[in-house]
């Protein structure tokens, strides 16, 4: 429970989890940002307009029909509580904020660790890129790790083996 140990429950997930279908369709932004803070940065980095707060201490809502998957609120976001969600056949892929050097190859096999830090499967990392503008402000990447497909919504960070 966020409340106690930060980690959402399901009941939080549910409120902004993207479609099984949407996943399918694209890279989609799922923000896990379920407390009503002071912040907004993922408003104003959006180009669609996708994300939206009623005032500055509500939670986002992510209209994941206008999200086209460009990840500037994954790296704006200074909680690193939004990732992009996409679903192939064989694989979850998951794009988050990392923040850590050096950084991750592509290629490399990692563990991927829950919202708890417990490693629960193999994952391996697919791409590392930083977005223009973003990054000089930040020092913010992102990392797309690929999951078995199962563990799309359990999956959250990696640890890296070497
Ligand atoms: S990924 Fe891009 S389009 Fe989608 S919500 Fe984030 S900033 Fe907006
Ligand atoms: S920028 Fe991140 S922490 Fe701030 S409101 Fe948006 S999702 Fe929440």
Redesign the pocket.
């Known amino acids: 429970m966020i409340e106690v140990d930060g980690v959402p429950t399901f009941e939080n997930l549910k409120t902004s989890m993207p479609t099984e279908e949407r996943m399918r369709k694209k890279?989609?932004?799922m923000h896990e940002c379920y407390q009503d803070i002071p912040c907004d940065p993922?408003v104003y980095?959006?180009?669609?307009?996708?994300?939206t707060m009623e005032t500055l201490v509500s939670t986002p809502r992510?209209?994941h029909e206008?999200?086209?998957?460009?990840?500037?609120?994954?790296a704006?976001c200074p909680g690193i509580a939004?990732f992009?969600m996409e679903l192939k056949e064989d694989r979850g892929l998951i794009t988050l904020a990392y923040e850590f050097v050096p950084l991750p190859n592509p290629g490399e096999i990692v563990d991927g660790l829950d919202r708890y830090g417990r490693a629960v499967c193999e994952a391996r990392v697919e791409r590392v890129y930083s977005l223009p503008g973003i990054d000089k402000k930040t020092k913010t990447s992102l990392v797309r790790i690929s999951v078995p497909p199962e563990k799309i919504m359990e999956v959250r960070f990696f640890r890296r083996r070497e």
Do not use: D, M
């Not at 206008?66 to 994954?74: E, M, P």
């Open positions: 890279a989609v932004a993922c980095s959006c180009p669609t307009k996708a994300i992510i209209n206008l999200c086209n998957g460009c990840g500037l609120c994954v704006a939004i992009l």
